[in-house]
Structures are given as C-alpha cells and as structure tokens.
C-alpha cells in the first residue's frame, strides 16, 4: 500500500487540512467527514485551553491526527512554547512550525524555524516545519530532525498556486524527507499538479475554507491529491520537443 | 521619511484638482488592480474620492471576495474596560476632557480585579481593551499592575492610554501587554490645534509619533484611525489611510490595524461639525479594505447594531461586544459618566447569535497568554 510515513505514523490519505477561516465549527467536523481527510492543523492560539467556551478540538473526529500550529509565534521561543503548551494540553506531538515576521505578506522566518526545530526534534516532537522554499533552510531542517518539510506555493491565502515550483523541485530531488506543499494551494489542480512532481501531500486551507462550499471543494481536493499520487506513481510520459508518432512510422523498414 | 513630512509633503496639494481629473475608467482600473497588485497613494485617493461614491457595489464586491480570502468568515469580539476617566487634556469634543464637570473615578486594583472577573465569567470575553483619560495620575506602576491583573482574565491585553514612550510600551511589555490603540483624532495639523487646547495631548508630533514608538517596542498589534467628525472627512480618511501604510512599510513584525470612529454626542451635547455620512463611511472602510488587503479594520459600538451587522462582509475583522464605556460600568454600581454613548447595546450572547445566523465565527480567543 503506497502510505504517507511521518514521524512513524501512518496515513492513507494525503489531504492535510487546515481549521482557520471557517463559518462555523460544525463545517469543520463536515469536511473532515467527507473529505477523508486524516489530518488536520489548528492554531493553539485559538484553542481554549480552559475548556470554559467553545472549542474546536470538540469538532475533530477521532482518528483525525491533530497537528497544532505555532501561528501568532514571531520568534523560536515563541513557537517552543506554544508546542510545549500544545502537548501539555494533549494535543499530542505532532507540531507545525509557522514563525512569520511579517505581517504584510506573511512569509515565514526561516532562520528562527530552523531554531526551533533544533530544540524540539531533540524534545521529541514530530516538526514539521513551514519554510520559504530553499534548499540550504531544508537541509538544516533534516540534520535538525524534522519529520518532513513544508515548503510554501505561494503567499498564505494568495490561491496562487505553486509559484515556487522550481525550488520545490529541488527540495523533492535533494531531501529524504516528505515534501508537503503549504499555502498557495487555490484549487485542486494545483494540489494535483504538486502531487504529480512527487510532493508527499499537501496542505489546504484558505481554498477551501473560503470556497461557495467548503465540504465539495475538500472533496474535490481529495481526489485532485489521489490523482496526482497516482500519477507520480505511475511515471508520466516523458515530455518531448520533437514529435513522437504513436506507432512508428518507420517500422516497415528492414536491416 | 517620517509621517509628519508625509503629512505635510500634502498641504499644498490640490485634492479639488485631483478628483476633476478623475473618470469611471480611472476608478475602476483601482478596483481591478486591487488584491492584486499593491495600491499606491493616489489609488487610495481615488477611491476616497467624491466620484468613486458611484462604484460602492463594485468596490463591496472585490472588499468581499479580498476579506475572505484573508481572513476567511471569523470576526474577533472584544470588549473595552474603562479604569479611569481623570483627564488632563482639554480636547474640545470629549466627554472626558478636564474642565467637565463630570463624576471622576479611578478603579482601585481590586475594582479592576473585579471588573476584570465579570467580563471574562458572565460575558465570556478573552480579549480586552484597557482605557484611561489621559493623566498623570495613571502611572506607569498604575497601568503595569492593571495589565498583571488583566492578563489573570483575557488572552489579549491591549491599552488605549496616554501615549508613553518606548521604555515605557517595553516596561508594559514585561507584564504582557499585547497591543496598543492611539488615534490621532485630526490629522490636520492646523485643525489638532483648535481642538487640544491644553495638556500633554496638544502636542501634536508626540501623538503622531506614537504607533511607532508602540512598534519599535515590538508590540503585536497597534491600531490607529481619526476621529471622524473633526476634519475634512476625505483628507483625514487619506492621511490615515498613509499612516497606516507607513507604519505596515517600516515595521513588517507588527499587526496593524484601522479603525473609523465617528464622533459621537458625549457630555453636554457635544455637536460634531463635519459627520460624515453612512454611504461615505462605508466608502472609507471599502477603500481601506482594497488598499490594505492583510490590516485589520475595527467596528465599535458607536455605531448602530443595523449598520454594523451590513458592514460585516464588507471588510471588518473585529468587533466590539457589551461595551460599557463608564468607568466601572460593569459591575460596580457608581453613576460615572461615559466617555461616548454607545449605539449597538447588544450583549455579547446577542452579538455571537447574530454573527452565528450570518454564517460568521466569532473568535474569542487568538492568542495565549501564558506565552
């Protein structure tokens, strides 16, 4: 069976979801359904940690993997704490590093994600870092420990698809680690078409929180993801710049 | 350069001129761009623009489709908690101001401890707004011990004092302190002055200067805005509008966000001289929406529950819930008077139920404390 491995654990599906931009909890609980989705990331800055009012994780089903986030974090103490609080509070150990320094466009701080990695790998966390696409930053993750690497497509919530794709290339060539494409992702075929280049999986959050109907377009994802896995697996054609005749159109010829 | 040259570098300028060289064509190649590119300062201006009243659907529509994107279907509640109505300033159109004779408070720790308890158990907010007239007498050590005992109650703790300086927004910053509100009220130099007319508020530059000295000390959030009802409506709109681009430019670490207060009747009926219009405040936070796709916009409750329930797609990020703006108004039974009157009386329960009905989440929570 062709399974995602992370940090030990694994998953049939290759649709990370993500719970920030909803309408509504419920929606959340809904998507999660039908999608088939087997993991999904929450913020820990949003989680009620007092139990006392509303709160998300009451809406994941079981057998769903929660993967908190560090948003909100602008430092690698800051991102540290949150996922010491996040295991803490039984969230498990599964982490994504978010470090942003910059709230205009929202780009994560490689640096301090670097940082972080290195304290919480040795802490036993399952890291999984999201990154500026770069090979050096990815390569110090992977000594550093992380279970897999996340590099961004495109600006957080620009649905502008893979616009980094040359650099995740370089990542999925050069790195032991899955690759899982994060932010940018506005549509399914641009889920598909990261899959396709050998990505591991993807995450999505934005297009489909934001789309007329959340829970049809998570499917919708879903199957762009599989096709794409599927693809990837089964080695597409090779591209040519001279034309290549489907049956030969010098096959009569004789030695 | 800094923003004082930026608002000066447009004393001279011709805004008539500038809107009669405007068309259809010119405002709506903004709102095409918008989202998309980044919007410069005279697309700003178009958009405040007399003429680009005509386009409201237009710019509603892309307002729309840019807030989703960013900020998806939540809106953030908070609630203001008034400690002090001392006031040094004399500022014409406040209800606060020094020569009022109004009955003055100032809450005592345990007041506050008090006040603090009942907004976070009965009403169930977690983020808070701290406010003070502006005096002497709300110390460094007074508002350092108010924030410690906040920060027992609300994930969020954010101030809306006297300005203070850097040392000051770092020493508050010890204690958790998350963000700060400072308006400038008038951005009209000229004008500021015939509306402060003592105490240390009617230096004009200091106030001015204020969101950054809140940035340098790297504090998560600053929100600024005008007092509309003070100015001319347009320029104020346009000079806030470049205030806040200033500020995003120069300091990428910190949130900001803008707020269009209206002025509002406070004591002895305080008449506003230039109010500017429903359609034109919503023209405003339109143009702001467009220009500053990732800022946050604020909604008090001086506005009414109707117009701030159609606002809701249009741009907004945050609103306010069961404000009281008397001094220990909550929970402590004193007569004090507001610093404004409120016009959406909701309690927090109604405001949630409402944004629940219109497909919305209200976040309460956004950030923890304990980090």
Partial sequence: ?255 | MMMDRIVESYNDFDFENFFRSLDSKKILDVIDRSGEKVLEDMDLLTLLSPQAQEFLEEMAIKANVITKQYFGKEIHIYAPLYISNICDNECTYCGFKHSNPIKRRHLTYDEIEKESKYISETLGVHSIILLTGESYINSLEYLKNAITILKKYFNTVIIEVQPLSVEEYFELKTVGLDGVTVYQECYDKELYKTYHLSGKKSDYKYRLDTPERASIADLRSVNIGALFGLGNPVKEAFLSGLHLRYLTNKFLNTQFSISIPRIKEAYRNIKPQNIISDKQFVQFLLAYRLCFPTSGINISTRESKEFRDNLLPLGVTKFSAGSVTEVGGYSLSNGSSPQFETDDHRSVVEIVDMLKIKGYQPIFKDWESSI
Avoid: W
Avoid at chain 1, 95 to 108: F, Q, R, S, V
Avoid at chain 1, 132 to 149: C, R, S, V
Avoid at chain 1, 188 to 203: F, K, N, Y
């Fill in chain 1, 1 to 255: 069976m062709d399974k995602l491995i992370i940090g030990g654990v694994e998953f049939n599906n290759r649709l990370i979801t993500g719970s920030g931009k909803f309408s509504s909890y419920n929606l959340i609980r809904e998507m999660l359904n039908e999608s088939k989705s087997e993991m999904i990331t929450i913020a820990l800055r949003r989680v009620d940690l007092t139990g006392k009012s509303e709160n998300v994780l009451d809406y994941i089903p079981k057998g769903v993997k929660l993967l908190p986030n560090t948003s909100g974090a602008r430092t690698a103490e800051e991102a540290i704490k949150i996922a010491r609080i996040a295991r803490a509070s039984g969230c498990g150990d599964f982490i994504k590093i978010e470090i942003i320094n910059d709230m205009k466009y929202l780009m994560p701080d490689n640096h301090e994600t670097v940082r972080a990695t290195e304290i919480l790998a040795k802490e036993g966390f399952i890291v999984m870092p999201y990154i500026n696409p770069d090979l050096i930053t990815a390569k110090k993750l992977e000594a550093a420990g992380a279970a897999a690497i996340m590099p961004l497509g495109a600006p957080i919530g620009s649905n502008k698809g893979l616009l980094t794709k040359p650099m995740i290339e370089i990542l999925v060539e050069n790195c032991n680690l899955p690759i899982i494409v994060d932010a940018g992702i506005g549509k399914p075929s641009h889920a598909c078409e990261a899959m396709e280049m050998g990505c591991s999986a993807v995450l999505v959050d934005t297009a489909i929180a934001t789309s007329e109907n959340p829970v049809k377009m998570a499917i919708a994802f879903n199957k762009a993801t599989q096709a794409g896995r599927e693809a990837y697996l089964a080695k597409c054609a090779k591209i040519n710049n001279h034309a290549v005749a489907s049956s030969s159109l010098t096959g009569f010829l004789r030695d």
